[in-house]
């Protein structure tokens, strides 16, 4: 049997973030593609996935996806086959980030959280100099879709997070870690990071993409997504 894949977006994001690898592995495989919005903490998150999932799968996550999916082979590491982690963090919230999410979550019970994405997330999304007005318009229309509580929830949520490096450095299943060349909010030195951790996984970086290479450059992304659910 084909082994499911099941894939987390980032956050403020939802399946049509995925759309091109829906598209890719639809056919070969079931996708899975649940919502992450719907609680405030990572471990209650990946509670509500894996209550969801199939026994065994194949499991991808991007930004808070690839933190959510930590979390979830944290809570069930014999149900987790392979994981990629994609333009993500293994570490806990710094402070200075930490900082930052109280004034944006007060916004956001104010009704002002389509302000915060639009002038403080989706600006650090692509390649510098890309011109994709379709991301970005899609960028906003998830947001919008998904609403104020969903942001609170997911800012608590990776504001509270655990670190994750122990568990990385001990886990042994396929991985792949891929980000984009030109990432801001995920750079690269987490990802080598993430690598120094694991040595045995698939390192990718993709080059003229930033913070969403699954929309940006979804050609190579499927390839290396293939390679690793092959491997």
Known sequence: MTLPLLLLPGMMCDARLFAP???????EREVLLPGIGGHDSMAALAAAVL??????????????????????????PDRVDRIALMDTNPRAETDEIRARRAPQIEAAREGQYLDVVETQMIPNYLAPGSE??????????????LGASVFVNQ??????RPDQQDLL?????PTLILCGRHDIPCPIERHERMQELMPHAIFTIVEDAGHLPVLERPREINAALRRWLEN
Do not use: W
């Open 169 to 173: 450095r001990a886990a042994r299943l």
């Open 132 to 145: 994709r007005p379709d991301i970005t318009a899609l960028c906003r229309e998830m947001a919008r879709n």
């Open 21 to 27: 690898q829906v598209a890719a592995f639809g056919a």
């Open 155 to 160: 800012s608590i949520a990776l504001r509270d």
């Open 51 to 76: 209550q969801g999932a199939p026994p065994r799968f194949a499991l991808a996550g991007l930004s808070m996806g690839g933190i959510l999916a930590m979390e979830v082979l944290r809570q069930a």
